[in-house]
């Protein structure tokens, strides 16, 4: 191991300390210096508005301590961030050095770090993992290259990438990565217990999750992976990604994630503030449209028994009769041969310019009557929501970059109403197509236009061991032939019968930081087997708590998307499993959640 490296780690550990003593006193002096001046400004008292050489000096006085006042925030707002970086970096300084040629000979060594963290004279001592010139360390290529920054590609040879084990101020490993990424350290990693919420990836993002990471050029992604290839690690790993792009006008409330319950929002949550970045909002998709039809003053209780889809195509349809409701001269505004949307569009224009529109939406039209006209019934408040958003040409601001994990759960609706809702919204949208537990499959990409989106496929199977892989790949439908593990072929998985479950268990023996998942067929059954392991955690669709250590009980529906140590799936030969339609979706689902054991139980 390098002299110099393990040199270089010190200064750079002993300048973070250091660093961190320095801003921390810098802080406590500023908010001393805050206080003094609430104080100085209170004793100074009143305005004096007297005369007119009077005014001039108190607004001058006023001015002076503003600037004061800005000048002590933003001070205090740079040496906050300062100090939550090198508090970040302070366990792990970087991970990954690129020793680069930019043409004049002059070999430049730039470290690679979840944060950039600069010197005084802002010479940069470890550069962001989304900086631009980290991309050539990702993608992978070495000898001459180029990567793009400000739109301009930026000739450079890469002479050397190397990966960094590090643990404070020890230098634990260095890996030459000169093929794939750190394979060695990848592994390691993998081959690490789970006993709690995702973890970040950062130092060992493969050249393909980069590519998706990193994809600018389409306002919509679309990404089809297989179980375990990465799809909800890459979509936080983007997230932090598009921050840092945009950081001079984003914040996270500019974002939204749509998850599929509140327990796998836990399960993500501390990922992005692993990485530095504030927690963004999170949700579910029911919860999503509750609040939208709030809004329009609407409540919505369910998506179920909704005619988003025969609505979207009557939209586009000519509609002669005036929509039952509206004012006869709005819809005369356009002739009979314009679509629906675009005639109520123009009414809803015309109605404002004219001061007729209706205050309450909700008001605006006879829906049941509309609904009856339209051969439609009855109108639910999720169609009348639908129906709004396409009427009054709706355009959300709220949110800039929306990204929805486990997409093949979503309906045809669903797509319908996202394309709608978020027209001029960047989404990335990640699931795995055999994934879905019941209904039919949707393509996702016939709701976009194809010529904003870029679909991208993940195929390498990260989480679990070469025979979990092997033996969950044999229900992958079309995907069987495609998924590639990369970890070492681990044990086979076993069968027993679920009447032997407490055996099965009592011969697991548990690490304190292992996890273990019993996986059922529906809520009833895990419920019941809750009760018989009372010290085991019960996973429910609104729980505000993830995988713990131990033992873990849920419905298949909850346990996608997690993973656990060792898995146990019981009722294996249940109709649920051996379901014409569903079955092998649920067995290929249920299988890839162990990462070292599988067992199933008949
Ligand atoms: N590049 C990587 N480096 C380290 N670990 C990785 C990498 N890619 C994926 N993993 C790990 O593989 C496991 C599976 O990742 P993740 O849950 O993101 O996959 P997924 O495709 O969303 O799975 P599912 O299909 O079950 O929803 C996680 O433990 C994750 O940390």
Do not use: C
Not at 164 to 182: E, K, M, P, S, W
Not at 270 to 290: D, M
Not at 390 to 403: H, K, P, R
Not at 547 to 569: C, S
């Amino acid at each position: 191991m390098g002299q110099n490296e393990a040199h270089h780690l010190q200064v750079i550990y002993q300048r973070l300390t250091r660093d961190i003593d320095r801003l921390t006193t810098q802080l406590a002096d500023l908010a001393q210096s805050a206080r003094s001046m609430k104080q100085q400004l209170n004793s100074e008292g009143h305005l004096d508005l007297g005369t007119f050489s009077d005014q001039l000096e108190t607004f001058a006085s006023i001015e002076a301590n503003n600037r004061q006042i800005d000048t002590l925030n933003a001070r205090h707002d740079t040496a906050v961030t300062r100090l939550k970086h090198a508090k970040l970096l302070l366990p792990q300084a970087y991970f990954a050095k690129l020793s680069l040629d930019f043409g004049d000979d002059d070999l430049e060594e730039l470290y690679l770090g979840k944060v950039g963290y600069t010197d005084e004279n802002t010479r940069d001592l470890v550069y962001d993992w989304r900086s631009p010139v980290a991309d050539a360390y990702y993608a992978n290529r070495t000898g001459a290259t180029t990567y793009r920054a400000n739109g301009r590609d930026i000739p450079v040879t890469i002479k050397q990438r190397q990966q960094f084990v590090i643990d404070h101020d020890h230098l634990l490993q260095v890996v030459d990565t000169d093929a794939a990424i750190g394979d060695p350290l990848l592994l390691e990693v993998l081959a690490s217990n789970r006993s709690g919420g995702l973890q970040e990836i950062t130092a060992t993002i493969q050249q393909e999750q980069n590519a998706i990471i990193r994809e600018s050029r389409h306002p919509i992604v679309i990404v089809d992976g297989v179980a375990g290839s990465g799809k909800t690690s890459v979509l936080l790993q983007r997230v932090a990604y598009q921050l840092y792009r945009h950081r001079d006008s984003w914040t996270p409330a500019d974002i939204l994630i749509l998850t599929p319950n509140t327990a796998f929002s836990r399960y993500i949550r501390g990922v992005l503030p692993a990485l530095g970045e504030a927690e963004p909002l999170s949700t579910t998709y029911l919860n999503l449209i509750q609040s939208w039809g709030q809004r329009f003053g609407l409540t919505i209780s369910t998506t179920a028994d909704n005619h988003l889809a025969e609505l979207a195509d009557r939209l586009q349809q000519p509609y002669t009769q005036t929509p039952a409701g509206l004012s006869q001269r709005a819809y005369d505004q356009s002739n009979d041969r314009v679509p629906l949307v675009n005639r109520m569009q123009t009414a809803w224009r015309w109605l404002n310019a004219v001061n007729l529109a209706p205050e309450d939406l909700t008001d605006w039209l006879d829906w049941d009557q509309f609904g009856r006209d339209l051969g439609i019934t009855p109108l639910t408040t999720y169609d009348q929501l639908y129906l709004l958003l396409n009427f009054t040409a709706y355009q959300q601001t709220v949110t800039q970059a929306l990204f929805v994990d486990e997409a093949q759960d979503y309906g045809p609706d669903a797509w319908l109403f996202i394309a709608t809702l978020f027209q001029k919204t960047a989404i990335t949208i990640v699931g795995d197509h055999r994934q879905r537990l019941s209904g039919q499959a949707t393509t996702i990409s016939d709701f976009f236009d194809p010529d904003q989106t870029a679909q991208l496929r993940l195929t390498t199977s990260y989480r679990a061991t070469g025979q979990i892989t092997r033996f969950f790949a044999q229900f992958a439908g079309d995907w069987q032939d495609e998924i590639s593990a990369v970890q070492e072929e681990g044990i086979a998985p076993e069968i027993g019968s679920t009447s032997a479950l407490s055996r099965v268990l009592a011969k697991q023996s548990l690490s304190a930081t292992q996890s273990l998942g019993i996986i059922t067929p529906t809520a009833e059954i895990a419920a019941e087997l809750a009760t018989q392991y009372p010290a085991a955690q019960f996973l429910k669709e609104q729980a505000f708590h993830t995988v713990r250590p131990g033992l873990n009980i849920m419905p298949l529906a909850l346990a996608k998307g997690l993973e656990f140590d060792f898995a146990v799936v019981t009722h294996w030969q249940s109709a649920f499993y051996t379901d014409p339609q569903h079955g092998h979706n649920r067995r290929y689902v249920a299988a890839s959640r162990g990462t070292k054991g599988l067992t199933l139980l008949n």
